[in-house]
């Protein structure tokens, strides 16, 4: 009502804007006046204006109304899951086309949003979901969890990853498990992804050979790095042939095999934030 009556400076064009009679109009901002202490108004049976104390009355009054706009423009955001934050677990191959490609349309739709990204191996991913330390996890699946619903995104082709100066590095033809078994291997153990080195031993395991492991690391970058300066080759996925690094060569495999990345949530409630997510990727 003093937001009317101030930007009118007339009660009776004040009180049709209100839809209500000119009296009771004039009742409350003597209500109002008085429960503050000071006059808001200067009145005449002609004029109406406003003290330096009502102007200063009004500015605030905007900013209040101005504040529960905002209010309820979050609120709303927060329901519809446009806003709030969520954390997303990766593993390493998907940095290079999948995470950058689903964070950039995600931002674009809901900058509301807040995305925090943590690299995790897939079973450092599930422990983290369990733990509901992440929302959700781009990792390597099958997984075993009964908490957690999984679902297939895309297979990944996997390819020999060898020192520039190693024997079969100028070889242009396929390679295959026969050729690769007696040279000392790097993997990732076990315990980090069981999906991915089960993958790789059955490769071998197949042709009847079993690798020659000699080192292990956690990180898929990291196994790059040991191949470059000769501790070893390697098997990555595909595309890990993005990297441009000068002392390491990618060969593809004569018998190629693959795995499945998979998005993975918990089963026992899906948030707007993560629903919002998990309609982007289900969509590209």
Do not use: C, W
Not at 11 to 18: G, P
Not at 63 to 89: F, P, T
Not at 180 to 200: K, M, S, V
Request: a neutral charge; zero cysteines; glycine letters at 4%.
């Amino acid at each position: 009502m003093f937001i009317a009556v101030a930007e009118e400076l007339h009660f009776s064009n004040a009180a049709k804007r209100l839809k209500m009679a000119q009296p009771p109009l004039s009742q409350q901002i003597k209500n109002l006046e008085k429960e503050i202490g000071i006059p808001l108004f200067l009145r005449t049976k002609r004029h109406v204006e406003l003290t330096e104390a009502g102007q200063s009355f009004l500015k605030n009054a905007y900013a209040i109304i101005k504040s529960l706009e905002n209010a309820k423009e979050e609120a709303v955001r927060i329901h519809n899951g446009e806003y709030g934050q969520l954390i997303v677990g990766f593993t390493g191959s998907v940095t290079f086309d999948l995470l950058p490609n689903i964070i950039r349309l995600f931002r674009e739709r809901n900058p509301y949003i807040n995305i925090v990204l943590k690299q995790l191996t897939t079973s450092e991913q599930v422990e983290a979901l369990h733990k509901k330390e992440i929302h959700v996890g781009l990792l390597v699946s099958p997984i075993d969890s009964l908490q957690l619903s999984v679902e297939k995104l895309r297979e990944e082709t996997f390819v020999a990853v060898l020192p520039k100066d190693h024997p079969l590095a100028d070889n242009t033809a396929k390679l295959d498990a026969k050729s690769l078994f007696n040279h000392p291997f790097i993997t990732t153990p076990r315990n980090t992804g069981p999906a991915f080195y089960d993958a790789i031993i059955s490769f071998f395991h197949k042709s009847g050979y079993s690798p020659n492991i000699l080192q292990e690391a956690h990180d898929l970058h990291t196994i790059i790095s040991l191949v470059s300066f000769g501790m070893g080759i390697a098997l990555l996925p595909s595309p890990f042939q993005t990297i441009n690094h000068p002392r390491v060569v990618f060969r593809e495999l004569n018998d190629p095999f693959t795995i499945n990345i998979s998005v993975a949530f918990p089963k026992d409630g899906v948030s707007p934030q993560l629903g919002a997510f998990l309609s982007l990727i289900r969509e590209i």
